[in-house]
């Protein structure tokens, strides 16, 4: 039973500091490609925000920890579905696709259950609708369309002022609008490996109820978070930054202040949804602003084809993961 905590707290913090790196451009690729922030500096700024938003909200934690799964199982699913979601991070990152690391986890964690109880019963599918299906279609939209109605919003409002003018403005801005990304980022994302710690102690006995998150899981994975934001990842964030379209200082503040706002309405909903997403499409509406012809829609083809496939990926690697690990255990 130690042992298998231990792991699975390991194997935890591996996937937090995955995902703190797999998703750094989300919260900063568009400063850095528009240069309203150093690379040293946009790193700086999105770890310790990434650690402040960790610690203020829990309630994307609890759904992970009690919402998604019902039944009862055993330590080894819970690392088989870290491990299932691991595999799918890095295979993304390495190909410089901006998946989402939230949709690998959960995808992960219900193939894992359904594997090791060999029944679908065990999965609270009101919970999967709800705060996951829903969530993975909506987000997206309501970025897309914020970010095009943003953009529209401040061109209109500029359209007079000199253009040099209005960069040097939103370069300025686009600081803060990079710091809201990156606390949100941290509301979100980085409770989702808060709620599989909690879990697992809950499971091995060592907590008496899976809504409670320990204060010592928020400061451990928010940490962990940050130190994975500092390493970056410079793959995605070149394809976020310019792979999608060409952005100035005002689109990139307008993207990132739409994905800053899509996933705190997400976080306030208690749905652990992808900040790749909300990113990602808020850069496609921005872009769309201006023409659909400013959008690389091969390139954003290949993101959305990567969000449909990561659910069903996962949750077949986390089975597989579950497979094996209970010949061994």
């Known amino acids: 039973m130690e042992i ?80 299932g979601a691991i595999v799918w991070n890095l295979v993304t990152w390495w190909r410089g696709i901006p998946s989402s690391s939230s949709h690998a986890l959960i995808g992960s964690l219900i193939g894992a259950a359904v594997m090791y109880a060999m029944s679908l019963d065990d999965i609270i599918w009101s919970g999967v609708l709800n705060k996951v299906i829903i969530p993975l ?33 939103f370069l300025r801005l686009q600081i803060f609008s990079a710091a809201a990304v990156a606390f949100m980022h941290g509301t979100n994302d980085a409770q989702k490996t808060m709620g599989i710690i909690t879990m697992a102690l809950f499971v091995a006995a060592m907590l008496p109820d899976p809504g409670h998150i320990p204060l010592w899981v928020k400061i451990l994975c928010g940490a962990t978070m940050a130190a994975g934001t500092a390493v970056g990842g410079w793959k995605i964030m070149k394809t976020m930054g310019g792979g999608v379209t060409k952005l100035e200082p005002a689109g990139g503040f307008a993207a990132q202040t739409t994905s800053a706002s899509v996933i705190g309405i997400m976080t306030a909903l208690n749905a652990p949804i992808s900040t790749t997403h909300a990113i990602t499409t808020s850069v496609m509406g921005v872009g769309s602003s201006r023409r659909l012809k400013s959008v690389k829609w091969k390139v954003a083809k290949d993101i959305v084809t990567t969000w449909v496939i990561t659910l069903p990926v996962s949750a077949a690697l986390g089975a597989a993961f579950t497979f094996v690990l209970g010949f061994v255990f």
């Open 4 to 83: 298998l905590i231990i792991a699975v707290v390991i194997f935890a913090l591996v996937f937090e500091f995955i995902n703190g790196f797999h998703d750094t451009a989300n919260a900063i690729a568009t400063s850095v490609y528009t240069r309203a922030l150093s690379v040293g500096a946009a790193i700086a700024l999105a770890s310790g925000m990434n650690f402040v938003g960790a610690l203020m909200f829990e309630g994307v934690a609890k759904t992970i920890s009690s919402g998604l799964v019902g039944g009862e199982i055993e330590l080894y699913v819970i690392l088989a579905a870290l491990l």
């Open 137 to 169: 279609f909506t987000s997206p939209l309501i970025g897309f369309f914020l970010g095009f109605m943003v953009m529209k919003l401040i061109n209109w409002l500029v359209h007079r002022i000199p253009r040099n003018k209005v960069n040097k403005v």
